[in-house]
T-cell receptor, first 112, second 113 residues
Framework: KQEVTQIPAALSVPEGENLVLNCSFT??????LQWFRQDPGKGLTSLLL?????REQTSGRLNASLDKSSGRSTLYIAASQPGDSATYLC???????????FGAGTILRVKS | NAGVTQTPKFQVLKTGQSMTLQCAQD?????MSWYRQDPGMGLRLIHY???????DQGEVPNGYNVSRSTTEDFPLRLLSAAPSQTSVYFC????????????FGQGTRLTVV
């Protein structure tokens, strides 16, 4: 059974720091990995999607990498801002048809 | 572009009541699914559908029923609500090929008392 773990569970950093969120999964047979952002009481916003054949994706200050063989992904946030404060979720697609298995998330707080 | 729309946003039920959570998408996606989100546990798959007339169970299907009569709509029915079903429910849609990007609704926060 695929399991997804996110470390750390919570992170508090001062504004301007570069930071890394980690996601690991137990079965390398995935179709893609997606990073989401969730604001309190809100839905999920897709940040980055990495296909299983890709190594990384970038969007603005965000960079996500994927090492399928070792079952790891990292989300790098450059020059963090208070507006980045949210819960970050990673999910892997495990079947044709797009079943997703989620990690429990990392709660990020960026202090001004 | 509406994307994935869920209604209602909030609901309070008494134990034993039934209700339907609505989900609609306007992206002509074949694949639709329902997840529940509980504190500290991430999202878990309840039911999913790969097209009109085809549904299947996910990880936590007990107490829930689904049907898919159209491509656009995928309602989730709670048959007899229990306090353990207090949760935030999310509907998602995507194209059905592996690797397609998933799009989520804004969620329904359900409390069963």
């Amino acid at each position: 059974k695929q399991e997804v773990t996110q470390i750390p569970a919570a992170l508090s950093v001062p504004e301007g720091e570069n930071l890394v969120l980690n996601c690991s999964f137990t079965d390398s047979a995935i179709y893609n990995l997606q990073w989401f952002r969730q604001d309190p009481g809100k839905g999920l916003t897709s940040l980055l999607l990495i296909q299983s054949s890709q190594r990384e994706q970038t969007s603005g200050r965000l960079n996500a990498s994927l090492d399928k063989s070792s079952g790891r992904s990292t989300l790098y946030i450059a020059a963090s801002q208070p507006g980045d404060s949210a819960t970050y979720l990673c999910a892997v697609s495990i079947e044709y048809g797009n079943k997703l298995v989620f990690g429990a998330g990392t709660i990020l707080r960026v202090k001004s | 572009n509406a994307g994935v729309t869920q209604t209602p946003k909030f609901q309070v039920l008494k134990t034993g009541q039934s209700m339907t959570l609505q989900c609609a998408q306007d992206m002509n996606h074949e694949y639709m699914s329902w997840y529940r989100q509980d504190p500290g546990m991430g999202l878990r798959l309840i039911h999913y559908s790969v097209g009109a007339g085809i549904t299947d169970q996910g990880e936590v299907p007990n107490g829930y029923n689904v049907s898919r009569s159209t491509t656009e709509d995928f309602p989730l029915r709670l048959l007899s609500a229990a306090p353990s079903q207090t949760s935030v429910y999310f509907c998602a849609s995507s194209y059905s090929y592996g690797g397609a990007e998933a799009f989520f609704g804004q969620g329904t926060r359900l409390t069963v008392v």
